[in-house]
């Protein structure tokens, strides 16, 4: 027999086996002792079976130590030993077991081995704490997210005006000029937009008692869409001896975002935002109010509808605590409601989503932002049931919030309407009107019967609201209603209900646009002929449109009249019992007579004379005159007033903007992004680019 070890352990190296020798049974273990000498007593020996035992007496082999350990630690083999004793080793490898076993169990908190069973989900966030505690904006956008950028942009540019005959002058700043130089250059060059206009140069163009340079701003409102018309607000450059702009043609310029404090080539930078061009309208009235803010200037000036965007107004909400999940909630809701195709809204980062108007709000972006913080955040049928009960009760109830109720109601969807339905009969009006406000917007084809019936309604608070969402309604049947109301006596009533018809393009409203005599494709002024046989009433619009409206075709110009401008460039006269009126100008630059005109003495007929182009008919006579839009309602006021014209004239009463200027910004926004990044890690993440959907989950 042969001792050997490995790994520490003594191990036996059985002699060959005899060929035809039965096979060496499986051995036992045998138990240790000490470091005895072999066979010493003490030792415990095994019986071995016969056939080890013969194995072991016809064998001639001796034991063979391939090395001694360090410390000798002896296993005792004989040829009565089946096994060696390992139970040390074995110990220590079952007290292993059991740890591991014992550790595992207290691991478990059923003390079960169920290793099938899925992880427990890691708990969820704590849901944000609203920003608003009111009961009818609760679990709505409004109580999470505020808007920003929710005000007018204001932008600003430098053009040029021409057509000022000798009111004008070739005063500029260098730095302008440099600007306008190398602006027009390009805009004129032979691939230029204004590529028509040949010999061309601004440096004479700048200097001519023709034109003036003008400073030109304007208001682009939130969430506007590419493409919006806006009016435009055009000065003269302070310190220049421009004397009047009345007349003149804007020509085109760029609006961009600007820095109020900037100076230099600093007034000239910033992204451009719109492009603005047009026939120039100065008030020909001088009212106290309008004297006192200075519309009635003939330095300043306003073009209707001369400005187009270039660029889209985005909207964000702002969440009060930024949360990847919240963000992406408020996004799907959204889109949910208004569209994703294109997308409504843009979770741009985890404390802001971005909003686009959709393309049935782009005449109203306004309403579309009023809409969009009164959508729900949970969804499904049960909790929109009780929303809907709710909102019903509060509704009804006494010094109820009507506006927030009824965008409420609309913000949920068509789904509302049958529980709107059952409040268009309530007995309190304001109730009545709200819920029929939300269900036509919804497109209730009940609700536009209801409305209709408000409109008429003589005693009714709500008549002159309730016209203007007729208007706005998508119904083409809604001008048969309004129809009646152009022959009312209250004159704020008729003019809602013309504008009304003039947008839903009723027959009871005949158009005729007039060409300006500086630029054939822009428009000098629009007349309507409105049918009614109410008393002669005639309107004048101060914005988005040169407009006139006459209502009652049949409006005379009494005789005999006289009407003479102060600087002779009109001339209006007819003899007592004549059948016609005789109408001739002076031309601003030339100061020569136009052709003396001959039209029949009505008003629709003096319009059209003074505001057509002075161009040859197919008989050979000129059709017009081509008077600014400012020049024609001056005369008509002027005829109104000594009772030339057996009308009344209003003029649309100015807005805040036009009174008191666009509401200024402090700073641009790039500061207020320096600003806001200055602030720490406490504020929400500005837009970067849209979270992740690990990142959503890991929120």
Known sequence: ????????????????????????????RARTIGNPPLGAAGSEILPAPRVLQNNLATSNARPNHMFLPRKPRVWLYSAHLEE???????????????????????????????????????????????????????????????????????VRGFGLVEGLGTNGSGDCPPTIREY????????????????????????????????????????????????????????????????????????????RIFDASASGKGMLAGRVMARANGPIFVNPFA??????????????????????????????????????????RIQDRINARFGAVPRTADATSKGFVTLHTPAVYMRRPERFLQLVTHVYLPDGDAYRDRAL?????????????????SLAFEAIGKTAIPSLQRLYTHESEPVSFYATRAGLRLGDAVALGVMSEIALAPQHPQRLPAVRELAACNFPQAGIKLAPLL??????????????????????????????????????????????????????RRSRVPRIAVFGDATPVATPVFYSHPDDEVTLVSEEGATDLTVFARGRKSRQLSEKLRVSPRVVDLISAMADVPLKNEAGHTRGLGLPYARVVQVLKTLTDDGSIPARLLLEQPTLVELLGPTPEVDRPEAGERREAEAGADRPDKPTSRPTEAAARRE
């Not at 190296?13 to 060496?24: E, I, L, S």
């Not at 937009?193 to 061309?200: A, E, I, Q, R, T």
């Not at 009760?393 to 006494?398: I, K, N, S």
């Open 1 to 28: 027999m042969v001792l050997g070890r490995l790994g520490g352990h003594f191990y036996p190296n059985p002699p060959r086996q005899a060929a035809g020798r039965h096979p060496r049974p499986k051995a036992r």
């Open 84 to 154: 060696f004793d390992m139970r040390r080793p074995a110990r220590l490898r079952r007290c292993v077991r059991c740890g591991a076993m014992l550790l595992l169990l207290a691991g478990c908190s059923d003390g079960t081995f169920d290793f099938g069973r899925k992880p427990a989900d890691p708990p969820s966030p704590p849901a944000p704490r609203p920003i608003t505690q009111d009961p009818i904006l609760a679990d709505t956008i409004a109580a999470q997210a505020l808007m920003t950028s929710a005000t007018g942009l204001r």
């Open 180 to 255: 306008l130089v190398e602006f027009m250059s390009k805009e004129y060059s032979p691939t230029g937009p204004g590529s028509h206009k040949h010999n061309f140069s601004p440096d004479k163009l700048i200097d001519s008692p023709d034109t003036a340079v003008v400073e030109v701003t304007a208001v682009i409102p939130a969430g506007a869409p590419r493409g919006t018309i806006v009016d435009l607000q055009v000065q003269a450059i302070p310190g220049t001896s421009t004397r009047s702009l009345e007349g003149g043609l804007l020509l085109p310029c760029e609006l």
């Open 287 to 328: 009212g106290a109010s309008e004297s006192r803010t200075g519309t009635s200037d003939p330095r300043r000036g306003f073009v209707l509808g001369g400005g187009r965007s270039i660029a889209e107004r985005e909207v964000q909400l702002q969440l009060v605590e930024p949360s990847y999940a919240m963000a992406r």
């Open 389 to 405: 009960l709710n909102l019903s009760q509060r509704l009804a109830e006494p010094d109820a919030r009507y506006d927030d109720i």
């Open 487 to 540: 022959e009312s006596d209250d004159q704020e009533l008729r003019i809602a209900a013309y504008e009304a018809l003039v947008e839903l393009r009723h027959p009871a409203v005949h158009t005729t646009p007039f060409r300006s005599l500086l630029d054939q494709n822009q428009v000098n002024v629009v007349l309507d002929v409105v049918q009614s046989s109410g008393r002669p009433l005639i309107y004048v």
